[in-house]
């Protein structure tokens, strides 16, 4: 899962305040296990094991640790965290440390009676994935049976139980014709905000990118739908639209800027400055069993790598929106140009940038995209695992 708080929120404050001052969110990936197979899966090409993952205590430490940060907001995702036994400790110790718990989860696994029990020991708020609102075409893309219907009941009992729900709708081009139905859907639910996220290409998407890029023409009205649609719900559901990057023309200040507002623990304890992070090499990332979370959120290297903007080339050193954007995605940059520190392809400055667009335009004109690749445990299949 790719989604984490609002990133205006992070975008504004001056580049000095940035090192000293705590995060607002706390990512953390409980488990890398997960039943739906997506082909965008935001998580890592290597996924920690069961056996690696940190304990409930080591997690419950985490919290703690959050909440002395400073950090407002933990957001518990995955895989698929709800397949973590000990979610409920978690978030008992997350909500007594004064944390603001936000479940990221596809919802197939739920009860409503652990869904009461969560909220009962302090769960704030529910974030549900959803696919499509199509039901056979949400089960081609997770390569799960019966999954939309569930997700159904699962919305209808997080509005029962009074807390309230933010539907996240990964966009692509097997369900961006579906917007309107989306949209329709996630205010049936009572949701109170729809993400509709465009497909961010890094780790495992990257592999499906040529399945699943929408054409321009696509994307564009996608935009306008959702102007509209926030124009007429206003008061009753708010959108968080994230912005396709390979139409873009200038890109999006990833993380609301490196080592700014975010940090992310994965399975096995290791802290990242973003979720795709180990994409890029030479960045040493420290694990919560060895250093305390603050002294990696202040000191650690790969949070100062790319923090501010000293680490700059051209054009970004000496561009305007430098400390607005700060130059876009590293691991965009990473994944296109082979440089971390290059400016995000997705910008128009970019030399790399007419080859950026060009790759989407081509991928997204094949009248037969090829089929996907799923992701599980284990080496990559076209067809799901059963
Ligand atoms: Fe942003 Fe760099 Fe492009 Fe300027 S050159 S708009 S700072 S990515
Ligand atoms: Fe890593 Fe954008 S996903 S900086």
Known sequence: MNEIAPLEQFSAAPVVEACARAPVGLLAELTHRCPLQCPYCSNPLELDRVNTELTTAEWQDVMRQAAELGILQIHLSGGEPTVRKDLEDIVEVAAKAGLYTNLITAGVTLTRDRLKKLKDLGLDHVQLSIQDVDAANAEKISAYKGGFEKKREVGKWVRELGMPLTINAPIHRHNIENLPNIINFAVEMGA????????????????????????????????????????????????????????????????????????????????????????????????????????????????QKYRGTSWMKEPCRSCPRAEIDFGGCRCQAMAFTGDAANTDPACKFSPYHAAFVAVAEQESAEATPPTFVYRRMGPAKSTPEK
């Open 192 to 303: 109170g905000r729809l993400e509709v996220a465009n497909i961010q290409y890094y780790a495992w998407a990257l592999k499906n990118r040529a399945s699943l890029m929408p054409t321009r023409a696509q994307v564009l009205k996608s935009a306008e739908i959702v102007e509209e649609a926030k124009e007429r719900l206003k008061g009753v559901m708010v959108f968080d639209f994230v912005v396709p990057d390979y139409y873009a023309k200038t890109p999006k200040p990833c993380m609301g800027g490196w080592g700014r507002g975010v940090m992310n623990v994965t399975p096995h304890g290791k802290v990242l400055p973003c979720h795709a992070s180990e994409t890029i090499p030479g960045l040493v990332f420290d694990n919560v069993k060895d250093r305390r979370l603050a002294d990696i959120w202040l000191n650690g290297q790969a949070f």
